[in-house]
């Protein structure tokens, strides 16, 4: 795993979901949720996977971590295509607020020519065999500049070596990209 702190962190559809649903608990505000604190029609989708808690630990250590490290988060054209497609308000519209904050990191910091030349590299369909889907949103995050792609998929992850050997994206779980920033915390 590599040392580096990421700068700019691209949120995968599934990771944004599981923290706009569970936010409370993400930023620090909440207790853990539980599936049995909802009616079975509005029960998030992260709590409904056997590892979903888990999952929302080690965000809320990212997040804690954050309040210092202060990440670009980015949302992009093509997440929010996803997340409208869902058609819940809610999330369409935190996901605007979000798109807005990534807006203004990027004109702040803008990606370098290299970001655009790896992008077409990304977008080659023969490229890991990665979904189109996958594949849009990965594109998206190289253009940006993207040091890290935060997934809660299972499968997307397992493609993440093919990827780092030809463009400089780490593609990782919570867990994985927790267990990279842990070390920064020694000696404070």
């Not at 490229?127 to 500049?145: M, Y």
């Not at 809660?152 to 463009?167: D, F, Q």
Request: charged letters at 25%; hydrophobic letters at 45%; a negative charge.
């Amino acid at each position: 795993m590599s040392d580096i702190t990421p700068r700019r962190i691209y949120l995968d559809t599934g990771a944004f979901q599981a923290i706009q649903e569970c936010g409370g608990f993400v930023f620090g505000e909440d207790d853990m949720p539980e599936a049995e604190d909802f009616n079975s029609r509005s029960c998030p989708q992260i709590l409904r996977r056997p590892d979903g808690q888990e999952i929302l630990e080690y965000l809320r250590y990212i997040f804690m971590f954050d309040q210092r490290a202060m990440f670009d988060w980015i949302v992009s054209p093509a997440s929010l295509a996803e997340i409208d497609a869902a058609r819940c308000e809610a999330r369409s519209r935190y996901a605007r607020d979000v798109m807005d904050h990534s807006s203004i990191c990027v004109a702040d910091n803008p990606p370098s020519l290299t970001a655009a030349e790896m992008a077409k590299l990304m977008a080659d369909p023969r490229f890991a065999g990665i979904s189109t889907a996958d594949r849009k949103l990965l594109v998206e995050a190289v253009a940006l500049e993207c040091d890290v792609f935060l997934t809660i998929e299972k499968k997307l992850p397992k493609s993440a070596g093919a990827v780092l050997k030809r463009i400089p994206l780490l593609i990782l779980t919570p867990s994985e990209l927790w267990a990279m920033l842990e070390p920064h915390l020694k000696g404070l």
